[in-house]
């Protein structure tokens, strides 16, 4: 669980995920900008984030000047917060999972924060527009859901 570029010296987790697939997406994009981190596991039995991503103390500023998060949903549960981010994270959208969980963790360092109560989902600036393209998407309907089901069921013949 290491990303390309490894951070020196103090670090801080600044990201949280429930997913290490989440939390991945989110340490490769910021070492995509040049920034080094790590992503950890991590364990907290009051709370069920698992995988956390670890950056230099002392360039805590210059990633947020370089991600410029931009929420694109506020005021979720915990649990809604972390099944939007792996919406958009299955669609290739980093994202960053703030609120009140972030208060709860030694060495919590929020990138990002909201004022309103409960978790808030933030996307770099560069993926503001894929992200309200995917979250406007609408849902499909039963029917369509159905018709996907039908449509991919085993052969009767398939002995599995």
Known sequence: METQVQPRGLTDVVARFMDQFEAETLAN?????????????????VRPYRYGVRVERSRIDELRRTLKLKPVANCLTAT???ILAGRLTR???????????TYFFESA?????????GHMVAVPEVFFADALHILN???LSDEELT???VGTAPPPDDPL
């Not at 669609?91 to 969980?101: D, I, L, N, R, S």
Request: proline letters at 11%.
């Open 29 to 45: 994009f910021i070492a995509s900008q040049g920034i080094p981190c790590d992503l950890v596991e991590i364990w907290n039995v």
């Open 80 to 82: 809604g917060a972390q």
């Open 91 to 101: 669609e290739g959208v980093p994202c960053y999972v703030g609120g009140e969980h």
């Open 109 to 117: 360092v929020p990138i990002r924060e909201t004022k309103e109560p």
């Open 137 to 139: 998407k609408q849902p």
């Open 147 to 149: 018709a996907l089901a």
